[in-house]
Nanobody, 119 residues
């Protein structure tokens, strides 16, 4: 079955860095699109970044230039390098996998989240 396990969250001061990891299993990682979302208390979950199976990356405007998404197909892991962190980056960060068992029809799966706190 599909499993997504995030790690790497923590508490840092503004201007600091963190690297989130999302280890996966149970699906064809190299044929799936991966993404990071975040949810702050009292707010809707929002898109942060994604990387397609072809390696195309996308970023929310709020993190562009500060965050970098990458993946290691051999380790079936996706990363989010977060630099120059701001207090407004404080949120629970979730990893998402979008699988395409049927061409053109995607199914999304979520991890349990990892907390990032910037003070």
């Amino acid at each position: 079955h599909v499993q997504l396990v995030e790690s790497g969250g923590g508490s840092v001061q503004a201007g600091g860095s963190l690297r989130l990891s999302c280890a996966t299993s149970g699906f064809r990682f190299d044929e799936s699109d991966m993404g990071w979302y975040r949810q702050a208390p009292g707010k809707e979950r929002e898109f942060v970044s994604s990387i397609s199976s072809e390696g195309t990356t996308t970023y929310a405007n709020s993190v562009k230039g500060r965050f970098t998404i990458s993946q290691d197909n051999a380790k079936k892991t996706v990363y989010l390098e977060m630099d120059r962190l701001k207090p407004e980056d404080t949120a629970m960060y979730y990893c998402q996998a979008v699988l395409y068992p049927t061409p053109g029809v995607g199914y999304g799966y979520w991890g349990q989240g990892t907390q990032v706190t910037v003070s």
